[in-house]
């Protein structure tokens, strides 16, 4: 008979940033180790998380494992028996291990020879008395971007158990009965407030309300049904959904009481706080505050930073989409005095806003120009030096980004000027209060001051894009008149950041990235791609150009063996991130790497070009002629190794004609494919466009291929002629190379 299983695991409270996949988590464990133990799960698992609790519930679960034969392997023979054939202890032990006589056992052939087996029948277990070895499992596996040790023990006290966060209480029922189980605390920290914790049928509610008796008081249930009813009566709103609705109710609710509304949409801080804030909260409540309307002369990106990131307030705006002089606090309680939490809440966003205002007006009395001085004291890292030198380097690699990448001389001066004063921010007052505006208050400094829209949107928008998706921001619309001075200042700076610190001996590994060089990665990848979207100019400079320009911009403060050290390393893992990138905006995994594939692709062939050859490749590689090409092409490839780059090279410029060297009709149809198409080949990849013309001249090949490998050996015995027919394949393969390792196209994904 099945019936429900019911876990809730109480914790102290968590970061909201935990809460989404750890929800996930628990339902793909909890099935993942029930499933492993015998108890397949045939329904989805429901599962919850509040800052305070986990939850999972199973509606149907089989109340005992299913009985199964089981074949249990022991010694060898050899083993098992004596030279005169008498059990050996090693047979007896086996036997008496298994609870059966020796004359049960028998013997079986396998690959490694003949050893003794014994098959039996195991009864299922009761589901009640496996869940507590589920459970043990289920709560070790869960991972936390943080492990806590709290003097725990599970499996009898043998191993220390760390969590996320110590546990409170267990709730952990099967058909409405206790399922047992305890996590034991280490006897040197066990005390009248430090015990045991033990599976009950009690959870708990909210911890500063009640609808009577004790807020936080024990509540007993026997069913989920039970169990989720009980907490909404005691001020826990289990559901993410739920809570989240009812904040937005209360947003707009609050927000049309003062004549505006919240600001929730189109505006990245507020809606990542939207999705935040269900998770601080168990059962939220809005309050709404005011602050003196003279703060509005203050920038906007001021007043929604103090609000949004230092305080977690939603801003309010007017009907124009105005700010307003008002503020909502969400609380996780249901207030008494609505009043008095809102005036405290108001001391503090007042304060705030004193110390940004007096920081805007110092800081505007010097301006930026007056700061570059004090970037020699701001230090970018200690083997690059200070932030004014690396200044020096964008505003030298941002001109020739603008006149020579870009194609567009007359912004050089606006994006040198931009990049001279990009850092300048870092020297302001009011940037070292709220460093998350960085960049931003330097465009808005420069507006100020006078500075033109080209220069003052370049720094305003410098440190974007740091994602490769198409539609991250900024949008071409909000750059205006500086889109080809922050597509210079921005790749500059990135291209500066990402060489210097790998000269410098800086690397991601795994999850650790201090410096965010992943970031900056896919910041310049998005560039190279979509640079003709954003400012109307397609980049056509090879990668390895752009890194290598950057290289020359830290002169001799890098050792000559840092420089041949950190090069191959920058190399593959930018092809990781481009890669990345690919993939990330929809490219077939196979076709990326065929894409990628050719000699050296991913520095050698302009990031823009990879993009429209890519575009260009699944329409052919659905064809079964080129499939059959791509799978002819690893031959190809396998036999052209043969024959070294250098070799070919040198038998190309000074070598006979081939013509005079192949006599057989397949590798004459071979060679002269390759003369016929390889131009319109050669043509899409020194252009970067037309790449499904070269695609479709590259699938001709397939019928000559084909017979040259039917009609043709090319290992002969004939020196001579072996080395013509390897070139013949060497030429062959440097001319799909252009393309890319088409042979990619069939492997199999992993």
């Known amino acids: 008979m099945d019936r429900e299983l019911l876990l809730e695991i109480g914790v102290e409270e968590m970061p909201a940033s935990w809460l989404p ?12 180790r029930l499933t492993e133990f015998g108890l397949p799960v045939k329904v989805s698992i429901e599962s919850h998380s509040t800052p305070r609790r986990l939850a999972a519930c199973v509606p149907e679960l089989v109340d005992r494992q299913e009985d199964r034969d089981e074949t249990v392997m022991g010694p060898p023979v050899s083993a098992a028996f004596d030279a005169e054939g008498h059990p050996t202890t090693a047979g007896l032990g086996f036997a008496r291990r298994l609870g059966v006589d020796f004359d049960a056992i028998k013997q079986v052939d396998t690959p490694r020879g003949q050893y003794l087996s014994h098959a039996r029948w195991i009864r299922g277990r009761a589901t009640v008395d496996v869940l507590p070895e589920v459970l ?22 043998t191993v220390e158990f760390t969590f996320g966060r110590p546990i409170r209480w267990l709730l952990f029922l099967y058909g409405g009965r206790v399922v047992p189980f305890t996590i034991a605390r280490h006897a040197i920290a066990s005390s009248p407030r430090v015990q045991d914790v033990t599976a009950g049928a009690v959870t708990y509610g909210h911890r500063f309300l009640a609808t009577s008796g004790r807020a936080g008081r024990a509540i007993k249930v026997r069913s989920f049904a039970e169990y989720q009813k009980k907490l909404g009566e005691n001020f826990v709103l289990l559901s993410r959904i739920e809570r989240r609705d009812r904040l937005m109710r209360d947003l707009e609710s609050q927000a049309r009481k003062i004549g505006g509304r919240a600001l929730l949409q189109q505006h990245p801080q507020a809606e990542a706080l939207l999705e935040e804030v269900p998770d601080l909260v168990e059962y939220p409540a809005v309050v709404a505050g005011v602050f003196a309307a003279e703060f509005l002369t203050l920038p906007g990106e001021v007043l929604t930073t103090t609000l949004i990131h230092h305080q977690h307030f939603f801003p309010v705006v007017d009907a124009t989409g105005a700010l307003m002089p008002a503020f909502l606090a969400v609380t996780n309680t249901q207030p008494a005095n609505e009043r008095a939490i809102a005036t405290n809440a108001e001391r503090v966003v007042t304060a705030r806003l004193r110390d940004a205002r007096f920081f805007w007006d110092a800081d505007r009395q010097v301006g930026l120009e007056g700061r570059m001085a004090r970037l020699e004291t701001v230090l970018f890292h200690k083997q690059l030096g200070s932030y004014r030198a690396k200044a020096d380097r964008i505003e030298a690699l941002a001109r020739f980004v603008a006149s020579d990448v870009l194609g567009r001389p007359e912004a050089a001066d606006a994006a040198g000027r931009a990049a001279r004063l990009a850092k300048a921010d ?25 500075e033109p ?13 740091s994602a490769v998706e198409a539609d991250a921001a900024p949008a071409r619309a ?6 080809v001075p922050w597509v210079a200042l921005s790749l500059a700076d990135k291209l500066d950041t990402l060489v210097g610190l790998f000269l410098a001996g800086e690397r991601p590994t795994g999850s ?14 998005r560039l190279l791609l979509d640079a003709e979207h954003l400012a109307g100019a397609r980049i056509r400079t090879p990668l390895d150009v752009l890194l290598r320009r950057a290289a020359d911009g830290f002169g001799d ?61 699944p329409a052919v590689a659905r064809s079964e002629a080129f499939r059959q090409l791509a799978t002819a092409f690893k031959r190809v490839r396998n036999i052209a190794r043969e024959y070294t780059p250098a070799a070919f090279a040198a038998d190309e410029a000074q070598g006979p004609s081939l013509h005079g060297l192949l006599a057989e009709p397949a590798e004459q149809a071979l060679l002269a494919e390759i003369e016929a198409r390889e131009p319109a080949i050669a043509r899409a990849v020194r252009e970067g466009t037309g790449y499904g013309e070269a695609y479709a001249e590259a699938a001709a090949f397939e019928p000559v291929v084909a017979r040259f490998f039917d009609e043709v050996f090319v290992m002969t015995d004939d020196q001579a002629l072996r080395k013509a027919r390897l070139r013949l394949m060497k030429r062959l393969e440097t001319v799909i190379l252009q393309l890319g390792d088409i042979s990619e196209i069939v492997t199999t994904e992993s």
């Open 426 to 450: 870092l020297a302001t007052d009011l940037v070292r209060e709220f460093t998350e505006l960085q960049g931003t208050m330097g465009g808005i400094y420069a507006r100020e001051a006078g």
């Open 453 to 465: 829209e080209p220069v003052w949107k370049a720094i305003y928008f410098q440190y974007l894009p």
């Open 478 to 483: 909000a750059l205006g008149s500086g889109a």
């Open 557 to 617: 403060a890098i050792a000559p063996d840092a420089r041949t050290q950190a090069w191959p390393e920058l190399s593959a893992f930018l092809a990781d991130r481009l890669q990345h990138a690919f993939e990330a905006r929809g490219g077939d995994r196979r076709n990326v790497r065929a894409v990628l594939a050719g000699s050296d692709a991913a520095f050698q062939t302009p990031v823009s070009d990879q993009a429209a050859n890519l575009e260009a490749l």
């Open 512 to 525: 650790r990235d201090p410096f965010g060089l992943r970031r900056q990665a896919h910041g310049v990848i």
């Open 21 to 32: 996949a750890l929800t996930t988590q628990l339902s793909d464990v909890l099935r993942a």
């Open 136 to 157: 043990s499992r289920v709560l070790r596996d869960l991972t936390f971007p943080r492990q806590m040790h709290w003097d725990a023990q599970l499996e009898n006290g």
